[in-house]
T-cell receptor, first 110, second 115 residues
């Protein structure tokens, strides 16, 4: 039973536009959420995180929004760049270990 | 190097053989994790080491899987009598263990193919 779901396996956007990646979770005990970015043949790299006591965290072009009542979070990338093309994983933290979604492959077209 | 390293980068083995995968965490990181990513799937937690505490083995899929962490640093994941469904990318991560929320730094992974 998947506790972290990324329902869109892929997303394609035009350079300069906004990319919105979505993630849903089922376990209300999750209290910390992270986004990781993964290029082919490399390990995932940390992008941005948010604690459950917040509803928004911003870091440059990346913003994560958390809606606890809906058990939903999203990652916004503005403006999108071709170098952002990668697989993005949403992860939730029940204490130490991370529970990952299946990922969304983002393609940013020049 | 400053990052997490894993070896080998690729491993092809025959069904029934044993394999060992190695992880060198970032120096000073007390927490070490193993995950695997099967084709089309997300990262699946396998095992977690924290300092001298007993490891959290709750994610190991069967008793064919085991892991050790020697001297609080290097870790080895062993898969005995490999099966085709063990084929996956095995990822190691490490983190500083302070509080409950720690960014995990991942290695490049070992791609295991069981023929």
């Amino acid at each position: 039973d998947q506790q972290v779901k990324q329902n869109s396996p892929s997303l394609s956007v035009q350079e300069g536009r906004i990319s919105i990646l979505n993630c849903d979770y089922t376990n209300s005990m999750f209290d910390y959420f992270l986004w990781y970015k993964k290029y082919p043949a490399e390990g995932p790299t940390f992008l941005i995180s948010i604690s459950s006591i917040k509803d928004k965290n911003e870091d440059g072009r990346f913003t994560v929004f958390l809606n606890k009542s809906a058990k939903h979070l999203s990652l916004h990338i503005v403006p999108s760049q071709p170098g952002d093309s990668a697989v993005y994983f949403c992860a939730a933290s029940p204490q130490k270990k991370l529970v990952f979604g299946k990922g969304t492959k983002l393609t940013v077209n020049p | 190097g400053a990052g997490v390293s894993q070896s080998p980068s690729n491993k092809v083995t025959e069904k029934g053989k044993d394999v060992e995968l190695r992880c060198d965490p970032i120096s000073g990181h007390t927490a070490l994790y193993w995950y695997r990513q099967s084709l089309g799937q997300g990262l699946e937690f396998l095992i977690y080491f924290q300092g001298n505490s007993a490891p959290d083995k709750s994610g190991l899929p069967s008793d064919r899987f085991s892991a050790e962490r020697t001297g609080g640093s290097v870790s080895t994941l062993t898969i005995q009598r490999t099966q085709q469904e063990d084929s996956a990318v095995y990822l190691c991560a490490s983190s500083l263990a302070h509080g409950s929320y720690n960014e995990q730094f991942f290695g490049p992974g070992t791609r295991l193919t069981v023929l």
